[in-house]
């Protein structure tokens, strides 16, 4: 493991049953890098951040993260890893702020410890005023909202998003997508992105990977902001990612 690499994935297969899901995976996520897992559907990419994320374990190959095995060492890396999901996976009977200290108050904060990190967490994710609502008083995109800010609180090292701005209308799911951005380029967070929308890849990421089924890398493509101030190399990015993605159109908005 280089110190750079945060995440390091060699040679991993999983299959389940006699379905190969992934297929000698090799790939690194750098301290502070925001990769985007790009493919389309069943190209395995949850199945290749549960991998990463220890809750599912490899027939064959290695995974680092942080230094650990996550499956092996799953409670070493507690704490040190958060994940928001396309729904919220929200507790209906626990306030926006409520649900956010619950990371906070597992890790053994102080209930007021707990209470200021998710205040502040919910103001940063632009929920400031909103702390004490209910889940079914939010609207979809101040619920994911929610939900990356419980995903956030707990100061995690790596982030990962599935799907996390896929339900929601463009408008929202935009204004979302660059406020998360701007938080995890402030806070130096490493991201591991999935997506099936090349524009939010190509929005997002320092890196993409397209993943093609069964999972593995079948392109990447480097991002910089130089790429994404010029439409020709954007275009260009777009089709090279939506040929590696394959027959299936993806889906824009
Ligand atoms: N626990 C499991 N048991 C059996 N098969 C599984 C399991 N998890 C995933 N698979 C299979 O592995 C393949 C990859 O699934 P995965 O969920 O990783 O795809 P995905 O790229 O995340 O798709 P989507 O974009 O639809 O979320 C699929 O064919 C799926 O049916
Ligand atoms: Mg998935």
């Known amino acids: 493991m280089t110190e750079e690499n945060i995440i390091e994935v060699r040679e991993v297969t999983k299959t389940f049953g006699n379905y190969l899901a992934v297929d000698h995976l090799s790939m690194d996520v750098k301290r502070g890098e925001i990769v985007v897992l790009l493919g389309r559907t069943g190209a395995g990419k949850s199945t290749v951040l549960n991998l990463i994320m220890g809750t599912t374990c490899p027939n064959k190959g290695e995974i680092k993260v942080a230094g650990f095995d996550p499956y092996a060492s799953f409670k070493s890396l507690k704490g040190r890893l958060s994940v928001s999901f396309?729904?919220?996976?929200?507790?209906?009977?626990?306030?926006?702020?409520?649900?956010?200290?619950?990371?906070?108050?597992?890790?053994?904060?102080?209930?007021?410890?707990?209470?200021?990190?998710?205040?502040?967490?919910?103001?940063?994710?632009?929920?400031?005023?909103?702390?004490?609502?209910?889940?079914?008083?939010?609207?979809?995109?101040m619920r994911q909202r929610v939900s990356l800010a419980r995903a956030l609180a707990i100061d995690p090292e790596i982030v990962f998003l599935d799907e996390s701005f896929s339900q929601l209308d463009h408008v929202t799911s935009k204004t979302l997508r660059s406020d998360f951005l701007q938080i995890a380029k402030e806070f130096r967070k490493t991201c591991v992105l999935i997506t099936h929308r090349i524009d939010d890849a190509l929005e997002m990421g320092d890196r993409a990977l397209v993943l093609s089924p069964p999972a593995r890398v079948a392109l990447e493509v480097r991002i910089d902001d130089r790429a994404r101030s010029d439409p020709r190399t954007i275009a260009d990015l777009h089709d090279q990612i939506a040929s590696a993605m394959g027959a299936e159109r993806p889906t824009e908005h």
């Open 86 to 141: 396309q729904t919220d996976r929200l507790l209906p009977w626990r306030t926006a702020i409520e649900n956010v200290e619950l990371g906070l108050l597992i890790l053994g904060k102080s209930k007021a410890q707990a209470k200021a990190s998710a205040r502040e967490w919910l103001a940063r994710v632009r929920l400031d005023g909103a702390e004490d609502k209910y889940i079914h008083e939010l609207s979809g995109g």
